[in-house]
Nanobody, 120 residues
Framework: QVQLVESGGGSVQPGGSLTLSCAAS????????MGWHRQAPGEDQRELVG????????RYSDSVKGRFTISRDTAKNTVHLQMNDLQPEDTAVYYC?????????????WGQGTLVTVSS
């Protein structure tokens, strides 16, 4: 099964920047979408940050649009999340997601998560 390995989390002051990276192991099937979700402290559910399809432009949630940028390298099976102008409300565990197009259905695979803390 495909595995996702994330890196790049850490602590930053408000207004700062961080870049997260995610690398997928070799997949037998096409990885249709790679993206990022996050789960804030105390929250039960993950929130979509953005997704990058194989073809087409990435899509973002309204909360990060204009501040975050997703870049995907389909040849290397990597996806990066450039986060600018970070704010305390961006504090969360960020999870990489891969949507794999199998023969008859789609499989969602998650990374282990990486913590981003925005605090002064």
């Amino acid at each position: 099964q495909v595995q996702l390995v994330e890196s790049g989390g850490g602590s930053v002051q408000p207004g700062g920047s961080l870049t997260l990276s995610c690398a997928a192991s070799k997949s037998e099937y096409p990885i249709a979408v790679m993206g990022w979700h996050r789960q804030a402290p105390g929250e039960d559910q993950r929130e979509l940050v953005g997704r990058a399809p194989i073809i087409g432009d990435p899509r973002y949630s309204d909360s990060v649009k204009g501040r975050f940028t997703i870049s995907r390298d389909t040849a290397k099976n990597t996806v990066h999340l450039q986060m600018n102008d970070l704010q305390p409300e961006d504090t969360a565990v960020y999870y990489c997601e891969a949507l794999i197009q199998q023969a008859t259905d789609y499989l969602t695979v998650w990374g282990q998560g990486t913590l981003v803390t925005v605090s002064s």
